[in-house]
C-alpha cells in the first residue's frame, strides 16, 4: 500500500493502514507514507511500469530459451526454478516457474495453448506518459508496453509472417553457457528498469514538489507487490548511502553488478538479432546503459541539423552552459533565431 497526502495526517491512519497491509516475511508490514498530495497514486504508477519492464524481459528470455536454445516447457520450468533461489528471487520469476510447469484436463501444458496477444489496463502507458512530460529517458518500460500493442495485431503477424522471410541462421552455441548467459542479461536489465523508475520518481518530486522516501518505497514493494524483487532491500541500502543518488547505476553495488554481467548482456542480444528473434526490452536496457555511461554522445550533429534547419541554436563546448549561439549554414539565412530553445 502506497498512500499519499497530507504528513499530518498519516500517524494517525497509519495502524489502520499497516494493520491490514502485506508483510514481509519478518513481520514488517509492506505500506509507510509516501509523500505529499498525490505521490503515493504517482509512485503505484511507476511501480506498475516497472511491472510491465519486467513481464516483458522474463518474455523475452522465456523466447530465447525456447526458440534459440530449445528448452522444452520442463526444461524451462526447471530453470526459473533455479533462477528463484538466486539473485533473480522475485514475485514474478516464481509465477513464471509455476506457469511452465501446469497441465490442462487432457494433459496438454496450458503455456502452449495461450493466445499471443497481450492485455493492458494503461498504467504502463500512464508512467510513460509522464516521463515524456518531465523528459525522463524510459525506454526500457516504454518497449515493454509498445510490445505489448505488437503482440495485439495478431492477424497482422500472421499474415506478414507469410509474406517476410528473415534472413537467419540457427542457434550452435553451447546451450548451459547460453542460459547462463541470459540470466545474467535479465538480471542486469531488470536493475536497467528499476534505475529508470527511479529517474522519473526524482523528477516527478522536483515537478510536483514532493518529499519522496525513495529508500523507503523500496521497503514498501518487498511484499504484496508483483515487482517483488530480492534487491529491493540493495535499493535501500543504495538510498542509505547516498540520499541524493541520481540513479541506481551509479550506486557501488548497482554498478558493479551491470558492469560484471554487460560481457553476457551483450552475447545475448548479438544472439538474438542473429536469430531474429525480438527483444525490445533487453537491447532497450543495454542501450540506456550504453548512453548513460557515454560522455559525448551524437546530440552535437542533431543539434546543429535542427539549428540548420529551423534556427533553434545550440550551445558551445567552449562557452558556459546557457549561452546559446546561430549559425547561418547556407550562407543565405539569417541571424534570427526560432524561438526560445528547450530540451
Same mark, same amino acid.
Given at each position: 500500500?502506497?498512500?499519499?497526502?497530507?504528513?499530518?495526517?498519516?500517524? $494517525?491512519?497509519?495502524?489502520?493502514?499497516?494493520?491490514?497491509?502485506?508483510?514481509?516475511?519478518?513481520?514488517?508490514?509492506?505500506?509507510?507514507?509516501?509523500?505529499? =498530495?498525490?505521490?503515493? $497514486?504517482?509512485? #503505484?504508477?511507476?511501480?506498475?511500469?516497472?511491472?510491465? &519492464?519486467?513481464?516483458? /524481459?522474463?518474455?523475452?528470455?522465456?523466447?530465447? /530459451?525456447?526458440?534459440?536454445?530449445?528448452?522444452? =516447457? *520442463?526444461?524451462?520450468?526447471?530453470?526459473?526454478?533455479?533462477?528463484?533461489?538466486?539473485?533473480? +528471487?522475485?514475485?514474478?520469476?516464481?509465477?513464471?516457474?509455476?506457469?511452465?510447469?501446469?497441465?490442462?484436463?487432457?494433459?496438454?501444458?496450458?503455456?502452449?495453448?495461450?493466445?499471443?496477444?497481450?492485455?493492458?489496463? &494503461?498504467?504502463? #502507458?500512464?508512467?510513460?506518459?509522464?516521463? !515524456?512530460? +518531465?523528459?525522463?529517458?524510459?525506454?526500457?518500460?516504454?518497449?515493454?508496453?509498445?510490445?505489448?500493442?505488437?503482440?495485439?495485431?495478431?492477424?497482422?503477424?500472421?499474415?506478414?509472417?507469410?509474406?517476410?522471410?528473415?534472413?537467419?541462421?540457427?542457434?550452435?552455441?553451447?546451450?548451459?553457457?547460453?542460459?547462463?548467459?541470459?540470466? *545474467?542479461?535479465?538480471?542486469?536489465?531488470?536493475?536497467?528498469?528499476?534505475? *529508470?523508475?527511479?529517474? !522519473?520518481?526524482?523528477?516527478?518530486? #522536483?515537478?510536483? $514538489?514532493? =518529499?519522496?522516501?525513495?529508500?523507503?518505497?523500496? /521497503? %514498501?514493494?518487498?511484499?504484496?507487490?508483483?515487482?517483488?524483487?530480492?534487491?529491493?532491500? +540493495?535499493?535501500?541500502?543504495?538510498?542509505?548511502?547516498?540520499?541524493?543518488?541520481? =540513479?541506481?547505476?551509479?550506486?557501488?553495488?548497482?554498478?558493479?553488478? %551491470?558492469?560484471?554481467?554487460?560481457?553476457?548482456?551483450?552475447?545475448?542480444?548479438?544472439?538474438?538479432?542473429?536469430?531474429?528473434?525480438?527483444?525490445?526490452?533487453?537491447?532497450?536496457?543495454?542501450?540506456?546503459?550504453?548512453?548513460?555511461?557515454?560522455?559525448? !554522445?551524437?546530440?552535437? !550533429?542533431? *543539434?546543429?541539423?535542427?539549428?540548420?534547419?529551423?534556427?533553434?541554436?545550440?550551445?558551445?563546448?567552449?562557452?558556459?552552459?546557457?549561452?546559446?549561439?546561430?549559425?547561418?549554414?547556407?550562407?543565405?539565412?539569417?541571424?534570427?533565431?526560432?524561438?526560445?530553445?528547450?530540451?
Amino acid at each position: 500500500m502506497m498512500p499519499g497526502g497530507s504528513a499530518a495526517a498519516w500517524p $494517525h491512519i497509519k495502524p489502520i493502514f499497516q494493520s491490514i497491509c502485506a508483510r514481509t516475511p519478518a513481520g514488517e508490514p509492506c505500506c509507510e507514507w509516501i509523500g505529499e =498530495n498525490g505521490a503515493g $497514486h504517482f509512485v #503505484k504508477m511507476v511501480h506498475n511500469g516497472i511491472e510491465y &519492464g519486467d513481464m516483458q /524481459l522474463i518474455c523475452e528470455v522465456y523466447d530465447l /530459451l525456447k526458440r534459440a536454445a530449445g528448452l522444452s =516447457n *520442463q526444461e524451462m520450468h526447471t530453470v526459473f526454478a533455479d533462477w528463484n533461489k538466486g539473485e533473480l +528471487d522475485s514475485y514474478l520469476i516464481e509465477i513464471t516457474r509455476d506457469i511452465l510447469a501446469v497441465k490442462d484436463e487432457s494433459g496438454r501444458e496450458v503455456i502452449d495453448l495461450i493466445l499471443d496477444a497481450a492485455g493492458q489496463k &494503461g498504467t504502463g #502507458k500512464w508512467t510513460v506518459v509522464s516521463a !515524456l512530460d +518531465d523528459g525522463t529517458p524510459l525506454t526500457l518500460i516504454s518497449e515493454a508496453v509498445f510490445a505489448r500493442c505488437l503482440s495485439a495485431a495478431k492477424a497482422e503477424r500472421v499474415e506478414a509472417a507469410k509474406l517476410i522471410k528473415p534472413d537467419t541462421g540457427t542457434f550452435t552455441g553451447d546451450r548451459k553457457a547460453f542460459v547462463n548467459d541470459l540470466r *545474467q542479461a535479465l538480471f542486469a536489465s531488470k536493475i536497467v528498469s528499476y534505475a *529508470q523508475g527511479y529517474e !522519473l520518481m526524482r523528477a516527478a518530486a #522536483k515537478t510536483y $514538489h514532493w =518529499n519522496l522516501n525513495k529508500g523507503g518505497i523500496a /521497503l %514498501v514493494w518487498r511484499g504484496g507487490c508483483i515487482i517483488r524483487s530480492a534487491f529491493l532491500g +540493495d535499493i535501500k541500502t543504495a538510498f542509505d548511502r547516498n540520499p541524493d543518488l541520481v =540513479n541506481l547505476l551509479v550506486d557501488p553495488f548497482f554498478k558493479e553488478a %551491470v558492469e560484471t554481467r554487460q560481457a553476457a548482456w551483450r552475447r545475448v542480444i548479438v544472439q538474438a538479432v542473429q536469430l531474429g528473434i525480438p527483444v525490445p526490452c533487453l537491447s532497450s536496457a543495454l542501450a540506456y546503459f550504453d548512453g548513460y555511461r557515454t560522455a559525448r !554522445l551524437p546530440a552535437n !550533429l542533431l *543539434q546543429a541539423q535542427r539549428d540548420y534547419f529551423g534556427a533553434h541554436t545550440y550551445e558551445r563546448t567552449d562557452k558556459p552552459r546557457g549561452e546559446f549561439f546561430h549559425t547561418n549554414w547556407t550562407g543565405r539565412g539569417g541571424s534570427t533565431t526560432s524561438q526560445t530553445y528547450t530540451a
